[in-house]
């Protein structure tokens, strides 16, 4: 059987905490912040923990050595 290697579009998106969480950047700040309200501004600041159904994609196909 041979190595699985990791989608190089999944390690710069996502990273794997301590305790196997899928830690991934918010949505929505690459451009148009002039029409997104302050408060959505605010809330999107750093990373967010991704859903358990989500995360469990995103691990096994995409970060399966993570």
Request: proline share 3%; net charge positive.
């Given at each position: 059987?041979?190595?699985?290697?990791?989608?190089?579009?999944?390690?710069?998106?996502?990273?794997?905490?301590?305790t196997g969480?899928?830690?991934?950047?918010?949505?929505?700040?690459?451009?148009?912040?002039?029409?997104?309200?302050n408060?959505?501004?605010?809330?999107?600041?750093?990373t967010?923990v991704?859903?358990k159904g989500?995360?469990?994609?995103?691990?096994?196909?995409?970060l399966p050595?993570?």
């Amino acid at each position: 059987m041979p190595k699985l290697k990791t989608k190089s579009g999944a390690k710069k998106r996502f990273k794997i905490s301590g305790t196997g969480k899928v830690i991934m950047g918010q949505a929505g700040k690459r451009h148009g912040m002039i029409k997104r309200s302050n408060k959505f501004l605010r809330n999107q600041r750093g990373t967010a923990v991704m859903f358990k159904g989500d995360a469990d994609n995103v691990k096994k196909f995409f970060l399966p050595n993570g």
